[in-house]
């Protein structure tokens, strides 16, 4: 029996939406979810708090890989280069960890999950709900980013394998 445990990422530097997937033999499951909101006016702080939540969720969950979403062009230079900034703290905590990392673009992520790369994200949190089974999720947008993310994940590699 294959068990692969996935802790998918949307970064964000206020708020980060992280869940963790795991798939049994080819059936996907919830593990955990949620949302890390870091409010400091500090951005270093705010980096810090992400770094610190998501090495406790690492550790906690002992994902075996992380899929996050790669940086879209954002209009406002300085907004990208703090979501970038996220970004790289999230990969810094699964690199601590050992925890293999793969990027996904959000259009990827969108294609694999509704089937159409420009979906509205209440298109997507509706179909990551129908594949994990989950009635009435009560979680935020950002979260469910993430678990698409770690659907996506789940879904490219078991196609790749078949390649």
């Known amino acids: 029996m294959t068990v692969t445990r996935v802790l998918g990422i949307d970064p964000g530097s206020r708020v980060m939406g992280w869940g963790v997937v795991e798939e049994i033999s080819g059936v996907a499951k919830l593990v955990d979810c949620g949302a890390i909101r870091a409010s400091d006016k500090d951005f270093a702080r705010r980096m810090g708090?992400?770094?610190?939540?998501?090495?406790?969720?690492?550790?906690?969950?002992?994902?075996?890989v992380a899929a996050v979403e790669n940086v879209f062009t954002a209009k406002?230079?300085?907004?990208?280069?703090?979501l970038g900034q996220a970004r790289g703290v999230a990969l810094a905590a699964c690199a601590a960890h050992d925890v293999d990392v793969f990027s996904y673009e959000p259009t990827k992520i969108k294609q694999t999950i509704v089937g159409g790369?420009?979906?509205a994200k209440e298109q997507v949190a509706f179909m990551v709900a129908q594949i994990l089974g989950v009635k009435q999720p009560k979680w935020a947008l950002d979260t469910s980013d993430a678990l698409a993310a770690a659907v996506c994940?789940?879904?490219?590699?078991?196609?790749?394998k078949y390649l």
Do not use: W
Not at 50 to 63: G, N, Q, S, T, Y
Not at 153 to 160: D, M
């Open 49 to 64: 708090t992400i770094f610190k939540e998501l090495d406790a969720i690492v550790r906690l969950h002992k994902p075996t």
């Open 76 to 82: 406002n230079p300085a907004s990208a280069l703090k």
């Open 117 to 119: 790369g420009r979906a």
């Open 153 to 160: 994940h789940l879904n490219t590699s078991r196609y790749a």
